[in-house]
């Protein structure tokens, strides 16, 4: 059974006033709220191999981290229809 994504107005918060500032303040992205958008920051190359890992493993992490991560989620299920 998967587990239920949080609220997205509670995920929303958490992300405005939690994660996005704590990756921008590291260098990590770089971020706005209107329009909502995210790039990479001057230092994301530090983090980098962390997605890739990720992305190339995706299939093995479990489904409660993947949910509502659409490039995780597409990953999974294009390396689930590569091994039938």
Known sequence: ???????????????????????EENGF??????PFVASRGPQFNEVEVVFDALQSAAIKIPD???IGCRRLEQEQQDQIGATE
């Open 1 to 23: 059974m998967r587990n239920v994504p949080l609220d997205p107005e509670k995920l929303r918060l958490k992300l405005y006033h939690v994660h996005l500032p704590l990756l």
């Open 29 to 34: 992205i770089t971020w706005k709220k209107d």
């Open 64 to 66: 409660s981290l993947v």
